[in-house]
Nanobody, 115 residues
Framework: QVQLVESGGGLVQAGGSLRLSCVASGNIFRIGTMGWYRQAPGKQRELVASITSGSITTYTDSVRGRFTISRDNAKNTVYLQMNTLKPEDTAVYYC?????????WGQGTQVTVSS
């Protein structure tokens, strides 16, 4: 059994920063790609950023240059540093990890950016 636990969400003013963390626990040998997704009210879940096991990163256009994804393999953890936050970044953020060809999801953490 694998569990992902997220932390770091909250309420912040526009222009501010937050750092999300997601830790995996359980029967883990090796984690493949890690990613962060978000879902705003009334919208589909979208990929925000991902990082492969070789640390190749991708970002959706709207966050490129403001968000940074990173990983610590020794801690089974993925991070999302979010800077210069905008009201349109408001959403529930979910982490995702690919382990043994299966997809695992965190429970979600709310990020609210006030204008």
């Amino acid at each position: 059994q694998v569990q992902l636990v997220e932390s770091g969400g909250g309420l912040v003013q526009a222009g501010g920063s937050l750092r999300l963390s997601c830790v995996a626990s359980g029967n883990i040998f090796r984690i493949g790609t890690m990613g962060w997704y978000r879902q705003a009210p009334g919208k589909q879940r979208e990929l925000v950023a991902s990082i492969t096991s070789g640390s190749i990163t991708t970002y959706t256009d709207s966050v490129r240059g403001r968000f940074t994804i990173s990983r610590d393999n020794a801690k089974n953890t993925v991070y999302l540093q979010m800077n210069t936050l905008k009201p349109e970044d408001t959403a529930v953020y979910y982490c995702n990890m690919k382990i043994f060809s299966n997809d695992y999801w965190g429970q979600g953490t709310q990020v609210t950016v006030s204008s």
